[in-house]
């Protein structure tokens, strides 16, 4: 399996003028891509991997690593490859936000992560390969931009997963409906939030027993320590600053009110993870989606929090890597990009059922 990093100039302009220092400022976005080698003739899969807020794209390595034995070992169970599987960096986040400071704003735009997606699938996916599938995987905040693609792009994903994606929370009312966080509640996240450290043994310290992710799975932890450390002169950093990551709670609203509006519009299946012990998204938020979403389908999973993805990934790996092979299993041609239509039968249906006898005025 061979592992490259890059980067892509983020989508232009962004939906808030907060959202940079200048008007003119392009932000920068990083993602990894894997690839690995499988010459059989059947479907392709890549996917795309979105973090949460205070999450980078190492998190999805275990991911990446799971998947590619699972397959390899098991060809006959697996009628598939992998294609390109994605994890990237929000703008503000992990190697993101450092090529970004200095240029970064005090408003992040949810759905701007959706379009920074859709341009990053546009150098990698695009145009898609003859008998391949695109899988969209997202937690959180990315369970929220995944949600937005599959809005702005209705065809560029067949399936959607979504964990504990943040859409609708009970918020003090507020006249501009923007997010309002208690003062108890801002002090309380924000003493989970840490940037600058005197020595690595104080940043692990951290890391490990008071940070968000204190209960991590271990092979995650270690991976996102590692990749997430920065040191600058005599002191080491997270490459997420903690201004980024609290900006991230503090943006659900207004915004999330245009994903609302338009969740109706969403073609791809989703599924959605809910954790049983979770207390992070009300009841009505999932509700919300149940009601709102054509194709949508509620996994409750008990004895795990919202932090699923990094706490209890020997519970979620082998469910996502189940639920993309029983989809695979009954895409269509269309979804395998494997359609080859004639003009000339088409118009004819299309005039068939669109052209009609106009209804006598009963006038």
Known sequence: MIKSTKRVTAAVPRTDYRSTLSGTDVLEIFYDVYETEDLRAVPEVNIVFLHGTGMTKSIWEWYVKYFHKQIQANPEKYQYKLGKLIAVDQVNHGDSCVANEGKLGSIFHWIDGSKDIIKICDVELNPPKQNSFNVLIGHSMGGHQALGCGILSPNLFQLIITMEPVVKMLNPPSPK??????????????????????????????MRKRSFWRN?????????CDAELIKRGSKFHTKTSKEQHLIGYMCLHPYAYWLIDNLKWIESPVIC??????????????QLLQDTI???????????????????????????LGHITKKLQSASVDELHNNRDQFEPLYKELV????????????
């Open 352 to 363: 068939a059922t669109r052209v009609v006898n106009k209804p006598k005025s009963k006038l």
């Open 294 to 320: 054509p194709h949508y389908k509620r996994i409750q999973i008990d004895n795990v929090d919202h932090l699923m993805n990094i706490e209890n990934p020997n519970v979620i790996g082998p469910m996502l």
């Open 273 to 286: 993870y809910v954790g049983g012990k979770s207390k992070w998204c009300p009841p009505e938020n999932y």
């Open 177 to 206: 409906k923007i997010t309002l966080l208690s003062n108890n509640y801002f002090n309380a996240i924000s003493n989970m939030v840490q940037d600058t450290f005197a020595t690595r043994d104080e940043y692990e310290e951290f």
């Open 216 to 224: 991590s799975d271990k092979t995650i932890l270690d991976t996102f």
